[in-house]
Nanobody, 118 residues
Framework: QVQLSESGGGLVQAGGSLRLSCVVAGRTFSWYTINWFRQAPGKEREFVGKVRWNDGFTLYAEAVKGRFTISRANTKNTVYLQMNSLEPEDSAVYYC???????????WGQGTQVTVSS
């Protein structure tokens, strides 16, 4: 079992930055990949990026590449999503989720709201 909890969302002006945190707990989570997804009202859930816990490999969606950075702090069991140059289109509820095999995530956090004003 893996538990995830996001924090760090809020309201920011366009062009600003936010850093989201995802605290991960549970047995053997070091073998998991931690994903970030987002979902805006009326839209489908969208993949943002991911980090493989054991070696730090990262992958990003084209929409955020060059603006968002995912990192992990092993000693804090935390994954970060640093979001720079935010745009109103980035407004959504952001979720972290863990998968063990590259497929659909097995575990999800509760989400944190990010709102970017124009």
């Amino acid at each position: 079992q893996v538990q995830l909890s996001e924090s760090g969302g809020g309201l920011v002006q366009a062009g600003g930055s936010l850093r989201l945190s995802c605290v991960v707990a549970g047995r053997t989570f070091s073998w998991y990949t931690i994903n970030w997804f987002r979902q805006a009202p009326g839209k489908e859930r969208e993949f943002v990026g991911k980090v493989r816990w054991n070696d730090g490999f990262t992958l990003y969606a084209e929409a955020v590449k060059g603006r968002f950075t995912i990192s992990r702090a092993n000693t804090k069991n935390t994954v970060y999503l640093q979001m720079n140059s935010l745009e109103p289109e980035d407004s959504a509820v952001y979720y972290c989720a863990a998968d063990s095999d590259g497929g659909d995530p097995d575990y999800w956090g509760q989400g944190t709201q990010v709102t970017v004003s124009s």
